[in-house]
């Protein structure tokens, strides 16, 4: 049974599929970007050119596992600025939590002292609530490069 539980879970068909849906892992996240994926130099280049076109715009690299499936370690992620009044469930935000360390997670609920958020992963939203006072911004482009392999590279002998 705990087989047939671990091949579902590692089933890429089924993380294929959840990516494309609103809903990931119970969590609505349909405001956030779905990343496109691109060779390294192709996905830098777009994630320039749309921090370019968008006011306040920057680009960063996502690290750690509580955004996965979504946003992989090593996504390239566009943010911008956005006033807090605007910000809407299913969004991805980033955020500065009390010990200093910027956090990108969903924006679940708005409730009386902020927002809750929660990454996709996590079995729980996070106790900090994102605030004005420490919103960032909000991720409006996503890219996961992959790396190519020149072609002097790829050649090989056989003996």
Known sequence: MMLVILLLLADPAR???ELRDSWVRGIFA?????????????????????????PGAFVL????????????????????????EKLE???????????????????????????RVAGLNNRMHDMEPVMAKNLIGVVIG???PYATIPAKSATYALR
């Open 15 to 17: 993380a294929a599929d």
């Open 89 to 115: 469930r299913g969004q991805t935000a980033l955020y500065r939590n009390r010990a200093g360390k910027a956090v990108a997670h969903v924006l679940i609920t708005k409730a009386r002292d902020g927002w």
């Open 142 to 144: 996503a890219f996961r």
């Open 61 to 84: 690299v996502g690290g750690g596992a509580s955004m996965q499936p979504l946003y992989q370690p090593g996504t390239i992620l566009v943010l911008q600025p956005m006033p807090y």
């Open 30 to 54: 349909g405001k956030s970007p779905r990343p496109l994926i691109l060779p390294e130099t192709d996905a830098w280049r777009e994630a320039g050119e749309l921090a370019r076109r968008a």
